[in-house]
Structure formats: structure tokens, C-alpha cells
């Protein structure tokens, strides 16, 4: 049973302006994919868009295809080196498999500006562009997380979070006990206590 003051529910932190405008943002792309895949149709034919459209999907997974074999054969190299007692020999191409993926992932997408962007992101010299960025990002972000949190640990942030951010399960309250003794007197089945 529970009393007192209500359970307090902690303030919804404020979303980004990112997240707050990527549902608007990916309505507007699909929009424009549409429009932009019936203006080409328009100019030459369907069976133009329905080819392209094929294209896309077959050479995006052969370009999945390739970039996973890659990571999987880097992945089996770095493990025998490590075996072996080597030191493992950082890659040339930090992120290069992941951002090869996502591009065949965007070519295999439907639509003529998500194969340019896939395309581009096939580009050695704009993938270590994006890669760069994509990791000075995020090392800000772990940099901000840290000096919020005030500990200085990432992992101490999270722990903070916990605390303060019941997962639902903890409900905040009195507990009041239904079997205290009664003023009146002692009840015959609780245990005696000796007199002073």
C-alpha cells in the first residue's frame, strides 16, 4: 500500500532539432524520389525506370556483398595476428566496410538520389571525408556526455541516468505495514517482549 505524495515522473529531456524534423525530412526525400522517378519516366520510358531501378538493387548487393567478404576476411586477420602474439596493424581505411555498405545499402533503396548519394559514398577520397567527420562527432558527443554527467567517466553518465531515470519498474512511495500493533493492547499471536 501506498501513500503520500505522488511518484514524481522525471522531466522528457529536449529532442534534438535533428530528431525533431527527421520524420518531416523523410517524407520531403520520398516525396521527391517519387516526383523525380516520374519525370524520368516521363522523358523516357518506364521500362527506363524499371531498369534502373533493377540496376540499383543488383549492384548495390553485389557492393554489400564485396564490402562484407572484406570485413569478415580483415576480421579473420586481425584475429590471427592476435593469436600469434602480433600487434595488429591499424587499417588505412577506418570505417571504409561500414560506409561501403551503407552506400550499396542506399543504391539498393528505390529512388535516383539515394543511388547519387550510395554512388558518392563508394568515392575513397569522400568516405575518409565522412569518416573523419562521423568520428570527431562522436568523440564530441562522448566528450559532452562526460562533463554532463560530472563524474568524468561515460560510464558513471549512465549510471546517473539510472538513477534518476526509473525504468518504469521502481514505483517511489511509503510503505505503510498493516501489522503494527494496535494501540489497544497486544494481539495474542505477537511475540512477548520482556518487561524492563
Avoid at 15 to 22: E, N
Avoid at 64 to 93: C, D, N, T, W
Avoid at 187 to 193: E, F, I, R, S, V
Amino acid at each position: 500500500m501506498t501513500t503520500g505524495a505522488s511518484p514524481t515522473r522525471p522531466a522528457r529531456p529536449r529532442r534534438s532539432r535533428v530528431l525533431r524534423f527527421l520524420p518531416l525530412g523523410i517524407a520531403a526525400w520520398l516525396v521527391l524520389e517519387i516526383w523525380l522517378l516520374t519525370v524520368v519516366a516521363g522523358a523516357a520510358s518506364g521500362l527506363t525506370v524499371f531498369l534502373l531501378l533493377v540496376a540499383g538493387v543488383v549492384l548495390g548487393g553485389m557492393v554489400i556483398k564485396h564490402a562484407g567478404r572484406r570485413a569478415f576476411r580483415e576480421l579473420s586477420e586481425a584475429v590471427q595476428q592476435q593469436q600469434s602474439g602480433l600487434a595488429p596493424h591499424p587499417s588505412e581505411r577506418g570505417g571504409g566496410n561500414a560506409l561501403t555498405m551503407l552506400g550499396g545499402l542506399l543504391i539498393i533503396l528505390p529512388g535516383l538520389i539515394s543511388d547519387a548519394l550510395g554512388l558518392l559514398l563508394l568515392v575513397p577520397p569522400i568516405q575518409k571525408a565522412v569518416s573523419r567527420t562521423a568520428e570527431k562527432t562522436f568523440e564530441r558527443k562522448v566528450r559532452e556526455a562526460a562533463a554532463r554527467s560530472g563524474q568524468g567517466g561515460f560510464g558513471e553518465a549512465f549510471q546517473q541516468a539510472r538513477m534518476h531515470r526509473p525504468d518504469g519498474k521502481v514505483v517511489q512511495g511509503e510503505v505503510i505495514r498493516d501489522d503494527e500493533r494496535p494501540a489497544r493492547g497486544p494481539h495474542p499471536d505477537d511475540p512477548q517482549l520482556p518487561p524492563r
